[in-house]
């Protein structure tokens, strides 16, 4: 069953300095009962301005909003239902604890607003402060807790209402790696045991590939694909995937006489095979740092700029024509600064020269 629906839902602002923004172009979307769903994408890309309009935080310019058989939004119709009524729980990127109650009241907050007996207050609250490793901390306050307890405060009180949708917008961001490493696994935990279907906003594409069992990626309010995180990192959609999830180079590159020539090198061409179907004279390689290979003999002959050493492995730049690389290697090969040596390109993928990334457009949208 469908939890989430988003039909074809548009949302512009007017700005003073900028004009008419649409933040979110079109989007249709259905996240299923139970799945962990993550919305990833650059600042300013849309995807906290959708996580709102779910919420009902933001009315929709266009299109309509399901939660599993239930319309929340039709801007057609003028359709709202306010957020308090759309049985959702919210985390975000603050913790927003208040300070001046301790855990079992902060988590008990939206009980009372809802005029539960004591009873059932006590008994939901023990469950909630339970499946977020909370018990025994009832009478502390936030300040006496770790960050990451802090954060297992606001996901208690958004499950303790028996919420089936949680809504998290980037709530790891103000923890440090390590803690963030262990509430993924929290919060991938707590999605399971309780059956939850998770909304959850990032821009972290490490957190974002651990939590999800599908994810999208958005770029200038568009959403340019939706799959599963092995399918989007092993196959993406677009030039703007393939850079926005893990490292990657760009190689622009002349086609002639069946061979690959990469700009600014008339000497030395790259050993790739042309695909098929490729038609142009022109292309960008687009490859991983660490599937290429260094080798002290063969491949297209360069010097070794830089090297870095980094435990597990050793990355190293030099150029391919006009373009500096990045080859991450765990060979342990004794190349040095000012080595020659070769580099073939491994899995690589063949996007359009004309196909360009809109950076400025990107950094306008960051501020609006």
Same mark, same amino acid.
């Given at each position: 069953m469908d939890q989430v629906v988003l039909k074809n839902v548009t949302k512009s602002f007017v700005t003073k300095a900028f004009g008419k923004v649409t933040a979110v172009d079109d989007v249709s979307l259905n996240i299923r009962e139970g799945e962990c769903f993550s919305f990833l994408g650059p600042s300013?890309?849309?995807?906290?301005?959708? =996580? +709102?309009?779910? $919420?009902?935080? !933001? @009315? =929709?310019?266009?299109?309509? /909003?399901w939660l599993g058989d239930r319309p929340v939004s039709i801007k057609a119709k003028n359709f709202y239902v306010p957020p308090e009524k759309r049985q959702l729980g919210m985390v975000f990127q603050a913790f927003a604890v208040w300070p001046h109650l301790n855990v079992f009241e902060n988590v008990a907050f939206p009980l009372r607003i809802q005029r539960m007996s004591n009873a059932e207050i006590s008994d939901q609250v023990k469950q909630a402060l339970k499946h977020t490793s909370l018990s025994g901390l009832e009478e502390k306050y936030p300040s006496e807790l770790s960050g990451g307890q802090q954060q297992r405060i606001a996901l208690a009180r958004a499950i303790v209402a028996s919420a089936k949708v949680l809504l998290l917008d980037e709530p790891l961001s103000n923890l440090d790696p390590?803690? +963030? !490493?262990?509430? +993924?696994?929290? /919060?991938? #935990?707590? *999605?399971?045991? =309780?059956? =939850?279907? /998770?909304?959850?906003?990032?821009? @972290? *594409? $490490? !957190? $974002?590939? $651990?939590?999800? @069992? +599908?994810?999208?990626?958005? #770029?200038?309010?568009?959403? *340019?694909?939706? @799959?599963?995180?092995?399918? /989007?990192?092993?196959n993406p959609a677009n030039r703007f995937v393939f850079s926005f999830l893990g490292l990657s180079n760009f190689v622009p590159a002349a086609l002639h006489d069946g061979l690959v020539w990469p700009a600014g090198s008339a000497s030395s061409n790259l050993e790739c095979e042309i695909p098929r179907d490729w038609d142009d004279d022109r292309a960008v390689l687009a490859t991983r740092p660490n599937e290429i290979q260094l080798t002290p003999e063969g491949g297209y002959r360069t010097r070794i700029k830089n090297r870095v050493f980094l435990g597990d492995y050793v990355e190293y730049r030099m150029d391919i024509g006009d373009t500096e690389i990045r080859v991450q290697t765990h060979e342990h090969r004794d190349f040095k600064v000012g080595d020659l040596c070769g580099v073939r390109l491994g899995k690589v993928k063949w996007y359009p020269a004309e196909e360009e990334i809109s950076d400025d457009e990107r950094e306008r949208r960051k501020v609006i």
């Open positions: 300013g890309c849309g995807k906290t301005t959708t =996580l +709102r309009m779910i $919420a009902g935080f !933001e @009315d =929709l310019s266009g299109g309509e /909003i390590k803690l +963030r !490493e262990i509430m +993924r696994f929290e /919060i991938k #935990d707590l *999605q399971k045991k =309780l059956g =939850l279907t /998770i909304v959850y906003v990032t821009h @972290d *594409q $490490a !957190e $974002a590939m $651990a939590l999800s @069992d +599908r994810m999208l990626v958005m #770029d200038m309010g568009v959403v *340019q694909q939706v @799959d599963t995180p092995t399918n /989007i990192y092993n």
